[in-house]
């Protein structure tokens, strides 16, 4: 059974940063390109960043130059380094495959204050 698990959320100043982790376990996952995503209050999930098996990577327009994603194949994990933080930013973010072949886990909640 495949499971997600984001952490590293939290409250954070406008400017700040923060470091999410997703642990992902019963995959192979070196394989699969992954994700993290976002969903804002009242808005739909929007993909934020990708990252593929091989370390290759793509942003969403507004995060590009502040998030980074990377991976760790041998641990099963994946990260999103948030720095300059702005208030647009709140969500929670969970992670998943590139094509969301996984239920979603419960996601880690970042809150960016002004």
């Known amino acids: 059974q495949v499971q997600l698990v984001e952490s590293g959320g939290g409250l954070v100043q406008a400017g700040g940063s923060l470091r999410l982790s997703c642990a992902a376990s019963?995959?192979?996952?070196?394989?699969?390109?992954m994700a993290w995503y976002r969903q804002a209050p009242g808005k739909q999930r929007e993909s934020v960043a990708f990252?593929?098996?091989?370390?290759?990577?793509n942003y969403r327009a507004d995060v590009r130059g502040r998030f980074t994603v990377s991976r760790d194949n041998a641990k099963n994990t994946m990260w999103l380094q948030m720095n300059s933080l702005k208030p647009e930013d709140t969500a929670v973010y969970y992670c998943?495959?590139?094509?969301?072949?996984?239920?979603w886990g419960k996601g880690t909640l970042v809150t960016v204050s002004s």
């Open positions: 990252i593929t098996g091989g370390g290759a990577t």
């Open positions: 998943n495959t590139a094509t969301q072949d996984w239920s």
């Open positions: 019963g995959m192979i996952f070196s394989r699969y390109g």
